[in-house]
């Protein structure tokens, strides 16, 4: 089996905020067309390491390569080569299904004649002609959810970021959610994605659970689970947690 190429590449990232360590000494590396987790309890500093990736924060310290783009000097190339999707923020509730994405695509830089035929192709794929002029603030938030993914990789991103994506749905649609990744890896999209749902876990080629800023624990979910001799990836949190 031919090893993948690696498309995130982390050595010691420190990040401080004054005397807070948010993130201590962070080392792993993330391959092409990976389903990489990112896991940990609120707090535990996900999200300051995310947005370092994205290229929206600087680190304090650490060599950080993203598709082998420096993050201290190379942030713009860095964002065009990403899809990013968040819990909190990822459309624009005050305009409809169509607009929402015409409008990615031109912050993407898409061309105009790509972004009205993906459009229309993204539209149909996803079911939502009837309700296509629909306002954000009016669909489910599960509809919402699909429709910030199929944005976030509407440009063919070499790697997508998923920070928290499926809080606050149910079970349901996060399962259904999942498939919407696995068609993306499957198109050799890499996956980076951040979630205290410790089943979802289960999904990933390899995770990473960080607790108190450090990363405690980095393998297959069999894994890990076989190492510390539990059945469940919660199990596992657990064990990490209360050591």
Not at 80 to 98: C, P, T, V, W
Not at 183 to 208: K, L, P, Q, W
Not at 211 to 217: L, P, Q, S, T, Y
Request: net charge neutral; charged share 25%; with cysteine.
């Amino acid at each position: 089996m031919n090893q993948r190429k690696t498309i995130i590449s982390v050595n010691n990232l420190v990040k401080k905020f004054g005397g807070f360590v948010a993130n201590d000494n962070l080392t792993f590396d993330v391959h092409e067309g990976e389903i990489f987790g990112f896991l940990g309890a609120n707090g535990a500093g996900k999200t300051t390491a995310i947005r370092i990736l994205c290229g929206l924060s600087y680190p304090t310290s650490g060599k950080i390569l993203v598709s082998g783009f420096d993050v201290y000097t190379q942030r713009e190339e860095i964002k065009r080569n990403i899809g990013y999707m968040s819990q909190k923020f990822s459309l624009y509730e005050d305009l409809n299904i169509r607009e929402n994405i015409r409008f990615y695509g031109g912050i993407y830089g898409m061309s105009s004649s790509a972004i009205r035929r993906k459009t229309d192709e993204l539209i149909e794929e996803l079911d939502l002609s009837d309700i296509a002029g629909t306002l954000i603030r009016d669909i489910p938030l599960g509809w919402r959810q699909k429709v910030a993914f199929s944005v976030a990789v509407f440009h063919e991103p070499k790697i997508v970021f998923l920070d928290e994506p499926t809080g606050g749905v149910d079970p349901l649609t996060r399962r259904q959610f999942w498939e919407h990744i696995y068609r993306a890896a499957a198109r050799g999209i890499t996956v980076f994605i951040t979630t205290h749902y410790m089943d979802e876990a289960e999904y990933c080629e390899r995770v990473s659970i960080m607790a108190e800023g450090r990363i405690e624990a980095l393998d297959s979910p069999e894994n890990l689970k076989n190492n510390y001799g539990v059945k469940t990836m919660d199990e596992v949190f657990l064990k990490i947690a209360r050591k």
